[in-house]
Nanobody
Framework: QVQLVESGGGLVQPGRSLRLSCAAS????????MGWYRQAPGKQRELVAG???????NYADSVKGRFTILRNNTKNTVYLQMNSLKPEDTAVYYC????????????????WGQGTQVTVSS
């Protein structure tokens, strides 16, 4: 079994920073892409940032230049550094990882964390 556990959410004032972490644990053979999504009340879940196994990254236009995604492959962990936060960044943030649990799996499966709330408000 695989678990993804997020941490680092909370309440922060506009313009401040937060760093989210997500650690994958359990039966892991390899991890391909990892990423962060968010879902605000009444809105669809959207991709915030993604990072490939080789380190290539992509970002939503709304967070480019403010957010940075990083990963530590030895710790099976992905991070989201969020700077210059805005009220519109308020959402539940979910991490996801594309994981193979053994060498016989030909295709990885997507796993999700439980989500962590980020609230940006003065």
């Amino acid at each position: 079994q695989v678990q993804l556990v997020e941490s680092g959410g909370g309440l922060v004032q506009p313009g401040r920073s937060l760093r989210l972490s997500c650690a994958a644990s359990g039966s892991i053979f390899s991890i391909n892409a990892m990423g962060w999504y968010r879902q605000a009340p009444g809105k669809q879940r959207e991709l915030v940032a993604g990072i490939g196994s080789g380190g290539s990254t992509n970002y939503a236009d709304s967070v480019k230049g403010r957010f940075t995604i990083l990963r530590n492959n030895t710790k099976n962990t992905v991070y989201l550094q969020m700077n210059s936060l805005k009220p519109e960044d308020t959402a539940v943030y979910y991490c996801t990882a594309s994981i193979r649990t053994n060498r016989y799996e030909t295709l990885p499966r997507d796993y999700w964390g439980q989500g962590t709330q980020v609230t940006v408000s003065s």
